[in-house]
């Protein structure tokens, strides 16, 4: 028999990565809320192989009659509220998903003996690196620098503290910047990858000198899953590529491979408290097996080849979108 596992987060960007992966090697259970990031469409290619439970995990209620039905012998915990920006404005939904929903979590999972609960964090919670040549090691302080980041390292302390209070057993997860299909355009790389497509001014931040390390999403969630499997109780685990760009190297970049002209771009007012550099080691997780195999090169050409032939599901959500730039990105 498959192991049964239930997966917060699964119509998520990354979450449905991971259910589209591993749809046949577990009965996977997938509980999201459907919130505005999340989309049933993600999974409809292993719709007949899972289970979809709308639910809030911040309902602890609903969140028990779950558990009880399904009794999961793995839990894999992505959902959260993901964007900064959004967090700056408002950062109640974000202590809701990302706090609230972990203590459920954990509370349940211990309630009905869950043997390995994956708790996907960020590599934000470290703050920016201010050295051009260190990476951030697991070891390192928690440093989280914006509203967003500040939920995420509070959730990581409600999994440490049921590690050591209740032997709970978990392992935390702190990947990269992700891109690669199904990401919200509300995020960097499909903002330029659908701005360009409309020929609209692409906002970038500041003067776009803040430097991001790029993870393809599937291995990510390859990562992810290789956690799930060797990843030892009460460890955490960096996931990352290397491969780093400052955001300005990065929207030319793209520009060049859709044939669009750099003077799409336009420099908006810089987000407040924005992290210069994101940058971590991922020796740890090599040790397991774990390597990427998607070079940037190749990833960023399929992901804006996908947009391209997948625009209708974006352009539904643009009338959204463009009320949500207009109020975020101000000259
Ligand atoms: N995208 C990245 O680059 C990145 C990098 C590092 C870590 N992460 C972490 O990975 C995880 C997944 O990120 P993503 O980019 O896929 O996010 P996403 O915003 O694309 O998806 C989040 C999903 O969680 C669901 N959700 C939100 N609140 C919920 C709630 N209260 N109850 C149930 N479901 C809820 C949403 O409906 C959505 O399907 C998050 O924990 C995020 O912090 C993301």
Not at 42 to 49: E, G, H, I, N, S
Not at 66 to 85: G, L, Q, S, Y
């Amino acid at each position: 028999m498959k192991p049964k596992l239930l997966v917060t987060g699964g119509a998520g960007f990354i979450g449905s990565e991971f259910v589209r992966q591993q749809a046949d090697k577990y009965t996977i259970v997938v509980v999201d809320k459907l919130t505005y990031a999340g989309d049933r469409h993600r999974l409809k290619t292993v719709a007949d192989q899972i289970e979809f439970v709308k639910a809030d995990i911040a309902n602890v209620k609903r969140l028990n009659e779950i558990f009880k039905r399904v009794k999961p012998a793995m839990v894999v915990h992505f959902a959260a509220e993901t964007h900064v920006d959004r967090s700056i404005q408002d950062n109640h939904p974000f202590i809701q998903s990302n706090i609230i929903g972990t203590q459920n979590l954990v509370d349940l999972s211990r309630t009905y003996k869950v043997k390995k609960f994956v708790h996907i964090s960020t590599d934000e919670v470290y703050g920016d690196s201010t050295s051009k040549h260190s990476r951030f090691k697991e070891t390192a302080a928690l440093k989280p620098n914006n509203p967003y980041s500040a939920t995420k390292a509070a959730a990581e302390c409600i999994i440490r503290s049921a590690i050591r209070t209740y032997q709970f057993p978990a392992v935390i997860v702190r990947p990269a910047n992700n891109y690669g299909l199904w990401q919200y355009p509300e995020k960097f790389v499909p903002v330029i990858i659908l701005k360009s497509l409309h020929n609209q001014k692409i906002p970038v931040y500041g003067k776009g000198q803040q430097i991001r390390e790029w993870l393809h999403v599937s291995d990510c969630a390859r990562g992810i899953n290789m956690i799930l499997k060797k990843g030892k109780v009460g460890e955490i685990y960096n996931i990352g590529s290397y491969f780093e760009r400052n955001n300005i190297t990065t929207a030319r970049t793209i520009l060049d491979y859709m044939n669009k002209p750099h003077t799409l771009i336009k420099y908006v007012k810089d987000r407040p408290g924005h992290d210069f550099r994101y940058s971590v080691d991922c020796s740890k997780l090599r040790k397991l097996g774990w390597k990427p195999q998607i070079r940037f090169e190749v990833g960023i050409n399929n992901t804006i080849q996908w947009y391209t032939e997948n625009v209708t599901w974006l352009e539904r959500k643009m009338d959204f979108l463009q009320k949500y730039w207009s109020k975020v990105y101000k000259s």
